[in-house]
Each structure stands twice: as structure tokens, then as C-alpha cells.
């Protein structure tokens, strides 16, 4: 069973930067494409980002487009989100996944990733 375990969030002010984590165990990480997610409160979930299992594509949601960066090492099956220049609007439990099907592209909805992390929360106040 996959395990996805997000770390890195926490309270900041607007303009600032925080790295996110996600460590996966319990599969074979570097052949599945990582995708992140994020639910604000009283809002459904979006995609924010996604990199797929080699770490060469990478796309990402306009709202977030040159202020965040995703990547991967596989050889600490860890998925990471840099965040830079961070918003109030940014503020959500940002969730990292894996894909459902490996060595496939994923997209950017939910139902493409099969495996979820339990969140972190990202506070940016104004």
C-alpha cells in the first residue's frame, strides 16, 4: 500500500516562499507522475501542479504559473512544491497524489491520481 506523507507547510506573511514535501513509501515511486491539489476552505479541490516520473514535464494551474515550481527526486521518493511569492488566495490543505497509472501521463484532475496524502496546511496572511 502507498503511503504519501506531506510536510513543509505552515503560517506566513504574503511575499513569502515555503517548500513543500512528499515522501512516498510502500511502491515504485520514480514510474508514477506526483500531482498537487489544494482545497481552500468552503472551495472544492484543485490541481495546482503536477511533474510527471521522470521530472521532464511539468505543468501547472494559472493561478500559480511562474510563482510555483514542482520537482522530484526519485532517489528519496520525495515530490516537492516551492512556492514563492505567496498569496492570501493561496491559503488551503495542500495535498500531494500520485498517478493512477504508471509510466502514463497524468492529468490535472482527481480522478487521474489513485494514492493521497492527508495535507498540509498553507496559512498566507495579508
Request: charged share 20%.
Amino acid at each position: 500500500q502507498v503511503q504519501l506523507v506531506e510536510s513543509g507547510g505552515g503560517l506566513v506573511q504574503a511575499g513569502d516562499s515555503l517548500r513543500l514535501s512528499c515522501t512516498a513509501s510502500g511502491g515504485t515511486f520514480g514510474v508514477y507522475d506526483m500531482g498537487w491539489f489544494r482545497q481552500a476552505p468552503g472551495k472544492e479541490r484543485e490541481f495546482v501542479a503536477r511533474i510527471s516520473y521522470k521530472g521532464g514535464r511539468t505543468t501547472y494551474a494559472d493561478s500559480v504559473k511562474d510563482r510555483f515550481t514542482v520537482s522530484r527526486d526519485n532517489a528519496k521518493d520525495t515530490a516537492y512544491l516551492q512556492m514563492n511569492s505567496l498569496r492570501p488566495e493561496d491559503t488551503a490543505v495542500y495535498y500531494c497524489a500520485q498517478s493512477r497509472a504508471a509510466l502514463i501521463a497524468a492529468g490535472p484532475e482527481s480522478r487521474d491520481y489513485q494514492y493521497w496524502g492527508q495535507g498540509t496546511q498553507v496559512t498566507v496572511s495579508s
